[in-house]
């Protein structure tokens, strides 16, 4: 798979439907990456978050955890097998783009062994499996995705006793498996790609024998299924029996003394029965034990308990696109639900008739069929799609208007939905994606979001066709807002369980088109909290491609914001994307992580020291609300616990000392470098000038602004300074700095 596009298809325009609904010229300016990720929060849909795609609840930042807030995994307990929540190789390592890939791994925690054990059941080659493994010393696991082959890969190295293994990253040549990786008892090689142009070659597994027998270590490598893999000793895995995989689900998530009584009571119910009468994925199974963990035997209609099997909705999804008799405008209705599903049923239907057009053509030779303007009632089509309309109040730029709102019953639908369409129906995939191409740069945030997170779906499932025909050419369009819907997009296929997202963002900063690494730090200012040693790190590579002259037009667009000279356009968003994505890490749950590098750049090459500088002071205006609240790094600030009475704070940034140096220290250190700084200190104390304005009627900030001065005032000229600035801003009123002279 090959990350980029096609140059030549980067460079097409996304063609309007009709010259009647041309829209407006594209902006010549990005959105900005605060507001761009406080819309996407906002708007994406609940069933990610239902799924365990996305971060549910938690303590965000500012109503959302792209950016901010607590990390939850897949609702209704414990799940093992090939669930993919957005993180599955644990460490990436940026190289390819930018030099001689690193060879990475990550120690899988003993938590994870721990809980996998407690419900992983052998499969009916584990034994044969475990017998290789220990003879051979490398064994490569082939099958199906679904089967729970990473599950066995780890219960085959903990079976033998071994206490670290490690997790090690598929993006690696065979000629380079295990050079570098720190040393473990056992590998996991999981979900590795081999091909005709990267064969995994006998030669291969002599070495690594070789070099694993020396340190008396095993590896487990996973794979699909494929001719290239064909000539080695392979092991084809075969899951363990659905009934005891979903049986030792219960008994986890049961309190203890219910399991084997009640966890065989639950077994016993007919529901229980016809699901497991199918093939089902592992991922699925174990998903089946959430709810049916929390059925009553005896209680309701056991029909409900048939709703929670992922198979019925599967099998509604294809009745109803198998079905000729079924209008083609009530199949693009279907997918135009599930693209906007919880959102206003007007909106659903609007789409699904700019749908219907586009299908029809692939149908009709010719010119289409118009569209009557009056069709199925509401209620007909919402039955047919088992859907609900419900009274609620959406959120809008004007504020709260009330709306009907079009849901799928099971919400379930919406993903099963778009992953039928776009696998088992290829023919209709031109006309979902140019649908998809024109609703990107539609002005309603909703429907901009609606669309990333429905690409991101699809990335999940073909990752290669959507690369192709979406993610791959926005990443590289010249219409910026393209540009953020590829980014919104592979950050939201990365929470879907994308496990190639690192890849692809490696690909992108190292690429030759200005725009698409654009994309690539707006999209890593989105997962910084997922991956924030990356992000820093691609933050500062990209630091260095700016000139002396980028950085003068980056100081002075921060000192003058829109009266800045125009400059050289792309470059001039390149730094500024830059300074976007290092403030939204600043602003996130790896803050403290970000702070430190932000330090440590002060005293590095140029480039670096205004990004930190930049990204500083503008994420030191971003308050609790977007008008008047306390500012986030006062109260960061404010928070943090005071140094040690006698401890040195250094007035210049020195190297990293051993122990982490305390927040309040840090901000001090990046708040006098500021001040002092030629390009900028005005900007600082602008800054500052506003906090205190908006401290005039909060005692409680007030009072924390002046703690914070007085930390800051270490020389007389400081001191003088910040008096001179509380002054002028209170009307000759006294000076509020108290305590330390120097």
Request: proline residues 7%; charged residues 25%.
């Amino acid at each position: 798979m090959t990350a980029t596009a096609d140059p030549e298809a980067v460079a097409q325009p996304v063609e309007p439907e009709r010259e009647d609904e041309l829209q407006e010229a594209p902006p010549e300016e990005p959105q900005n990456a605060w507001e761009a990720a406080r819309e996407l929060l906002e708007h994406v849909p609940d069933s990610f978050a239902d799924r365990g795609f996305l971060f549910a609840g938690g303590t965000p930042r500012f109503g959302g955890n792209l950016v901010g807030g607590d990390e939850h995994v897949v609702s209704g307990g414990r799940v093992h097998g090939d669930v993919v929540t957005g993180h599955k190789t644990t460490v990436y390592q940026l190289g390819s783009a930018f030099g001689t890939p690193l060879h990475v791994s990550g120690e899988v925690p003993i938590e994870e062994l721990a809980a996998l054990a407690r419900v992983f059941r052998r499969g009916p080659a584990f034994e044969r499996a475990l017998r290789q493994l220990h003879e051979q010393r490398v064994l490569i696991l082939t099958g199906r995705a679904d089967t729970g082959r990473r599950s066995a890969g780890l219960m085959l190295l903990s079976t033998l006793g071994l206490s670290r293994i490690r997790n090690l990253d598929p993006d690696v040549s065979p000629a380079a498996l295990l050079n570098g990786a720190d040393e473990a008892e056992g590998y996991l090689l999981a979900d590795y790609t081999t091909s005709r142009t990267r064969p995994l070659r006998r030669s291969d597994l002599d070495r690594l024998r070789e070099t694993l027998a020396k340190q008396n270590g095993y590896l487990v490598i996973t794979t699909l299924r494929s001719g290239s893999a064909r000539d080695l000793p392979t092991l084809d895995w075969q899951p363990p029996e659905a009934r005891a995989v979903l049986a030792a689900h219960l008994d986890a998530l049961l309190p203890d003394g219910e399991q084997g009584v009640r966890t065989e009571e639950l077994l016993a119910q007919e529901p229980v029965r016809q699901f497991l009468a199918k093939p089902r994925p592992i991922r699925e199974i174990a998903e089946f034990a959430g709810p049916l963990s929390a059925h009553v035997p005896g209680t309701g209609s056991s029909s409900d308990l048939v709703d929670f099997g992922h198979g019925f909705v599967q099998e509604q999804v294809g009745r109803w696109f198998g079905d000729p008799e079924l209008h083609l405008r009530e199949k693009a209705f279907l997918i135009a639900l599930a693209v906007f599903d919880h959102a206003p049923y007007t909106l659903a239907a609007e789409c699904a008739d700019k749908l219907f057009r586009r299908l029809e053509t692939i149908r009709t030779a010719g010119e289409p069929d118009g569209i009557p303007p009056f069709g199925s009632s509401i209620e007909d089509r919402l039955s047919l799609a088992r859907a609900e309309l419900n009274e609620e109040t959406e959120q809008t730029p004007w504020g709260p208007v009330p709306q009907r709102m079009a849901s799928f019953l099971d919400p379930r639908t919406s993903h099963t939905l778009l992953r039928e369409v776009w696998t088992s129906h290829p023919s209709a995939r031109p006309a979902i994606t140019g649908w998809l191409n024109a609703l990107a740069t539609d002005s309603r945030a909703l429907v901009r979001t609606r669309v990333a997170s429905a690409t991101a779906l699809l990335a999940s499932v073909d990752l290669s066709a959507t690369m192709s025909g979406l993610l791959g050419p926005w990443s590289g369009a010249k219409d910026f807002r393209l540009c953020v819907q590829a980014a919104n997009s592979l950050a939201l296929a990365y929470h879907a369980g994308t496990a190639a997202v690192p890849r692809i963002l490696r690909s992108w900063a190292g690429d030759d088109n200005a725009r698409r690494r654009w994309t690539a730090i707006r999209c890593y200012a989105l997962l910084g909290p997922l991956l924030p040693a990356q992000a820093l790190e691609a933050l500062a590579l990209a630091a260095e491609r700016l000139t002396a002259t980028d950085l003068d037009q980056l100081a002075a667009t921060i000192r003058l914001g829109d009266q800045a000279p125009a400059g050289d356009q792309p470059n001039r968003y390149q730094a500024l994307g830059l300074v976007e994505a290092a403030e939204l890490l600043l602003l996130s749950p790896e803050a403290e992580q970000a702070l430190h590098a932000l330090v440590r750049w002060l005293s590095g090459p140029a480039g670096l020291r205004q990004l930190a500088l930049a990204a500083f002071l503008t994420a030191a205006q971003r308050t609790e609300d977007t008008v008047v609240g306390r500012p986030l790094l006062l109260d960061w600030y404010a928070r943090s616990p005071r140094p040690e009475p006698g401890s040195v704070v250094s007035v210049t940034v020195l190297s990293p000392p051993e122990e982490p140096l305390p927040v309040r220290v840090l901000l001090a250190a990046l708040w006098r470098t500021a001040l002092a700084d030629r390009l900028y200190g005005t900007v600082a104390l602008g800054v500052l000038r506003g906090w205190l304005v908006g401290a005039a009627d909060h005692p409680e900030t007030d009072a924390q602004l002046a703690e914070m001065f007085d930390d800051l005032a270490v020389t007389e000229r400081d001191r003088r300074r910040l008096d001179h600035l509380v002054r002028t801003v209170r009307d000759g009123g006294p000076a509020a700095l108290s305590g330390r002279t120097n």
